[in-house]
């Protein structure tokens, strides 16, 4: 036949272990994999931009990116900042000073006070072509955008960075899944102290014990009554999808099919099995899809060190002990990246929260958000609750917003995407 055929030619293997003989060579190789991925995706016929955040992923590939491309005599590298006047929970400008302050950047910053998540909204829906799940997109359209006004064609983003490399949880998760909680002591013991957090040793311990120790072992049967003592739904899944309505969870199984998630995710797994897990997740490929179209609209390209294929495979395949280690998570490129990256970058422990600048901007569109949802509740009426979404609304008002309320941006997503797409209120 001369139909086409579809093949995978590649996938990740959790059972695949990288022995090195110390943490040395486990450093150096790292550097040599994320040198290589940072080195290929530095050629364009155009001058070449990195994100900088001030974080360990932004600063890693773009302290490595300038080191390649001055030994290289490839010009200069320009980067891109966001930076916050009044949102000073996101603000990250003293860590971005400090990789600037290490070489010769053009940068380039953008004052984002004043954005908020719906800007350009109908034209931010144009080019996704769908409702989008990413509540900051609008701050990455602001780099895009001046990025574009630079006159930069490719930038580099630290995206995938805490999936690739990893915080090294899994490696915990699987000392509680063995019991062996002695281990797992002395590890949480270290990481508090390293992040400084008043926190007694007893809490986190406690509750990696039981939720990772102890419960993948107790009958689905058990939890569910505990669950019901408790006042709480018999299986999580109905908590994700109580503001959905009732017919369509019928129609699209998508209980069922959590209630299938839940059971799976579940079992014990090794830290090898877990990160792949993680790494195989469809939230991967979704964020590289709205990336694509989002800098479509810009005319640039978005290119990925930390998911070049060498630097998965490696990262998947050291020990755990190699991602977090004496305190530090994300232990690997902390040492593989000495003396590339600024010492106050290198060692530290905390990131900048978007989350901050993200509620000042959903919070100023009131209006918007009630106009919105109120025009499209016939089309919203097939999916969701109402009156469930009615509640969330009511809360939204009075300044409450939690985790649950936060549905009402994506709600508010799917509801202009609708109205935008058909012209006409649902």
Not at 230 to 259: V, Y
Request: glycine share 8%; charged share 25%.
């Amino acid at each position: 036949s001369n139909g086409i055929r579809l093949r995978k030619y590649w996938s990740l293997d959790p059972g695949r272990k990288i022995r090195l003989s110390s943490d040395s060579e486990f450093a150096e190789a790292f550097r040599e994999v994320f040198s290589e991925a940072v080195r290929c995706r530095l050629r364009s016929a155009f001058p070449v931009g990195s994100m900088l955040s001030g974080g360990l992923d932004s600063s890693s590939i773009a302290c490595v990116a300038h080191d390649l491309m001055a030994t290289e005599r490839a010009g200069d590298l320009h980067t891109f900042s966001i930076i916050f006047d009044e949102v000073k929970g996101s603000d990250e400008r003293g860590h971005i000073h400090d990789v600037l302050g290490s070489r010769g950047f053009q940068s380039h910053f953008t004052l984002a006070d004043g954005l908020t998540p719906f800007d350009d909204i109908d034209k931010v829906l144009w080019h996704q072509d769908e409702p989008f799940y990413a509540p900051n997109l609008f701050l990455n359209r602001q780099v895009w955008k001046i990025t574009k006004e630079s006159g930069v064609r490719v930038l580099l983003d630290g995206l995938f960075g805490d999936n690739v490399v990893s915080h090294g949880v899994e490696h915990l998760n699987e000392l509680a899944n063995r019991w062996r909680w002695l281990a797992l002591a002395r590890e949480l013991k270290q990481v508090i102290e390293t992040s400084k957090r008043d926190v007694p040793l007893r809490e986190p311990l406690l509750r990696y014990i039981l939720q990772m120790g102890v419960r993948p072992y107790v009958p689905e049967a058990a939890l569910a009554l505990w669950r019901r003592l408790r006042g709480l739904p018999a299986t999580p899944d109905f908590e994700q999808t109580g503001i959905l309505q009732t017919d369509f969870c019928k129609r699209t199984g998508i209980r069922e099919r959590l209630s299938r998630r839940y059971i799976e995710e579940r079992k014990p797994k090794s830290a090898s099995q877990a990160h792949a897990a993680s790494l195989e997740s469809g939230m991967i490929e979704t964020a590289l899809e709205i990336y694509n179209r989002g800098c479509g609209e810009f005319g640039i390209e978005t290119r990925f060190p930390f998911a070049d294929k060498r630097v998965v495979e490696y990262c998947l395949g050291i020990p755990g002990a190699q991602k977090i280690s004496q305190g530090f998570t994300r232990m690997i490129l902390r040492r593989g990246l000495a003396g590339h990256l600024p010492e106050s970058i290198r060692w530290r422990t905390g990131k900048g929260d978007l989350q901050w600048s993200f509620l000042r901007g959903f919070t100023a569109q009131r209006e918007f958000l009630d106009a919105t949802i109120k025009s499209s509740s016939g089309f919203l009426g097939q999916i969701l609750d109402l009156d469930s979404v009615d509640q969330l609304l009511v809360s939204y008002r009075k300044g409450k917003i939690t985790e649950a309320e936060i549905d009402l941006f994506y709600i508010s997503v799917l509801s202009a995407w609708h109205e935008s797409t058909f012209g006409v209120p649902g």
